[in-house]
Each structure stands twice: as C-alpha cells, then as structure tokens.
C-alpha cells in the first residue's frame, strides 16, 4: 500500500521484505530516504537502523503502527529524521517525505570524512583513502569494513553488526572473514599492525575505529 502512494507521490519505490533484503536493496540503490517499519518478525526497526547506518547515511523515516509516543521520542533521539504513526493521512505522508529530502539537500551530506588526529581522510565520491597524506588502496571488503567502522566512530561496532553489514548474516564462517578483513586492513592503515592503535578490537565485543571525526 506505501509503495503504491509513494509511487503516485512521483516517487521511485524499492521495497525489502526482510532485513538482510533491506540491507542489500541499500547497497544496490543507494536511496534518498529510507522508511523502516518497527515491528518485524526477525530484527526490529532499532536494530535494523544501526545495521543501515553503517552502509549508508540516507535519512530515515519511522513508521508504525505502534501507539507508544516513547518511540517516536526514541526514534528521534537516535537520529532518525520523521516518525510517522499508522494509520496516516496519505498526502501528509508524502509531504513528510519531502520536508526530509530538502532539509537532506540544505545539510549536504559531506562528500570526504576526516580524522585530523590520526591523519585519516576517507573521499566517499572518488572512494579513495588517505592516511598519513598517502593514498592506500583497498579492496572492496576492506573499504565496506572502513565505512562502517568510519560512520560509527568512535563507537564500538559489535561483530554482529560487522558481519550483516558485509555479508548479510552473522555466522562463525562470516566472523572468520571478518578476522581476514580486519587483518589485511591494518596492513594498510596501522602504523604497526603487530600493535594496531587505529582500528581496535574490543575482545568478546567488537572493532572500533579509534579516532573522532571532525
């Protein structure tokens, strides 16, 4: 029903019936907004929002059913940019979604990501990585974990989200990727990988990219 009123709002649509569809859609599409329901059968709208925001810095728009007003207080809390409760009036709905989408192009989500305490410069439009004033190429997982890491620093990214955010699903086999990930990316990051103070691990917990952005 939203995507046929967001498709007669003059909106392209991509819908995702589950987490890990919404994940990959996201890494296909690349949307301008995102809407996330609360209440799913696997993983809940705040989990699934932590896992978006490691992939993509789209405004997101929360909308449910629930009458709770602490979730709409949550959901704003937490960064989202609208909450929008079940059921809705169709052409406010649309409204919202475009008051989002100025206020996203006023605030220009900044093309490069600098960490001027460890000389660390990430270009999002070229994908390129500088550190120290040299550019470091990566491959392509290598750049994904970096992103993530990036988008949540200084907070400390739980191996769980990693994984889904890589590869769609936690399991032991998506962990011990992880662990080569990680491995290859302080070869071109840590001034020492044998003693890594940039990208740390955080035991039983997760990585953190031990750095504030600008």
């Known amino acids: 029903m939203i995507k046929i009123i967001l498709r007669k709002g003059g909106f392209d649509v991509a819908s995702a019936s589950d ?3 919404a994940l990959e859609k996201c890494r296909q599409v690349k949307p301008d907004v995102i809407l996330l329901d609360l209440m799913m059968p696997d993983v809940d709208g705040w989990e699934l929002y932590h896992l978006l925001r490691g992939i993509t810095q789209a ?3 929360m909308v449910t059913a629930s009458a709770n007003r602490d979730n709409a207080v949550q959901s704003l809390q937490l960064g989202m940019a609208e909450y929008i409760s079940k059921p809705f ?4 709905m649309i409204a919202r979604i475009q008051k989002v989408l100025r206020e996203t192009d006023r605030s220009a989500i900044p093309d490069v990501k600098v960490f001027p305490e460890v000389d660390l ?3 999002y439009t070229n994908r390129q990585v500088f550190i ?4 470091v190429r990566l491959q392509q ?3 994904d974990l970096l992103m993530v890491l990036a988008n949540q620093a200084p907070r400390s990214v739980p191996y769980e989200e990693l994984t889904r955010c890589l590869w769609g699903e936690d399991n032991p086999k998506n962990r011990s990727h992880l662990k080569t990930v990680v ?8 001034l020492d990988p044998a003693a890594p ?13 031990a750095a504030n952005p600008a």
Do not use: C, K, W
């Open 89 to 92: 009036y169709n052409p406010e």
């Open 183 to 190: 491995f290859a990316l302080r070869q071109s990051l840590e």
């Open 121 to 123: 410069r990430i270009d």
């Open 19 to 21: 987490h890990l569809m």
């Open 197 to 209: 103070t940039l990208i740390v691990n955080y035991r039983g917990v997760g990585y953190q990219l």
């Open 59 to 61: 405004p997101v728009i």
């Open 132 to 135: 120290r004033g040299r550019e």
């Open 141 to 143: 997982r290598e750049y």
